[in-house]
């Protein structure tokens, strides 16, 4: 399955992949299609977070979606998706909402990498504050909503983010926090048009947030900078 791979990085480095553990917290837009880049890539450890069920209005843009699994859980759906493609991969599922008061259910796990693909701001804030204080990798997708092109998207600390909201509050919970490490984050230099009502979307932006989040952590993990 992986011969490609292995002749485009070496055996030694792929069993590098094969032996970390990645958490993908959301699995939505942009962290289901981190979860598709990390498991072709060989990752076989895989910690999946979140508490949704698959609703129709997600459809035009998140992967593990169609129409004869509207209404299930979308870890139970990325659980089969996972083992559709490779069966070998050890996949724990959290089917929660995590907020301030549950997330230290997540920092019991042993894990090597944080995809943080969630869309709660405070969430991420305590993700990013915890995987500094303990030495985990962590990468960040900031906002994709209202979002087209994609070639605005990049790898980048956060401190060098603009025209992105989130990032923006972010920023200042650093500041106020006295946390002054690179923080690295997907996000979009494109600016924000107005809209009343949900955040329009479509899937090219959050799709490429994922992969770039997946890539992120490939790279990194043979020894390969991309930032």
């Given at each position: ?59 035009n843009r998140q992967i593990i ?58 969430v991420k804030e305590e993700l ?54 690179y923080i690295p984050v997907v ?41």
């Amino acid at each position: 399955m992986f011969d490609r791979i292995i002749k485009l990085i070496g055996e030694e480095k792929f069993q590098l992949i094969k032996s970390k553990t990645v958490m993908v917290i959301g699995l939505g837009g942009v962290g289901g299609y981190a979860v598709e880049g990390l498991v072709r890539s060989g990752v076989s450890n895989i910690i999946i977070v979140d508490y949704d069920k698959i609703d129709i209005s997600n459809l035009n843009r998140q992967i593990i979606t169609n129409n004869s699994n509207i209404g299930l859980f979308k870890t139970d759906v990325m659980e089969k998706h996972i083992k559709s493609i490779n069966d070998n991969v050890n996949v724990i599922k959290v089917n929660k909402k995590i907020d301030l008061n549950n997330i230290n259910e997540l920092f019991k796990y042993n894990v090597d990498y944080i995809i943080d693909a969630c869309d709660t701001i405070v969430v991420k804030e305590e993700l990013i504050k915890y995987s500094v204080e303990n030495n985990i990798k962590i990468i960040s997708s900031m906002g994709t909503g209202n979002k087209f092109n994609v070639s605005m998207l990049k790898i980048m600390d956060i401190r060098d983010t603009s025209y992105d909201p989130i990032a923006k509050r972010i920023r200042k919970y650093l500041r106020d926090n006295n946390i002054n490490q690179y923080i690295p984050v997907v996000s979009s230099i494109e600016k924000n048009g107005r809209f009343d009502g949900d955040i329009p979307s479509m899937m090219f932006v959050p799709a490429s947030s994922g992969l770039l989040c997946a890539s992120f952590v490939i790279n990194d993990i043979i020894g390969k900078k991309i930032y």
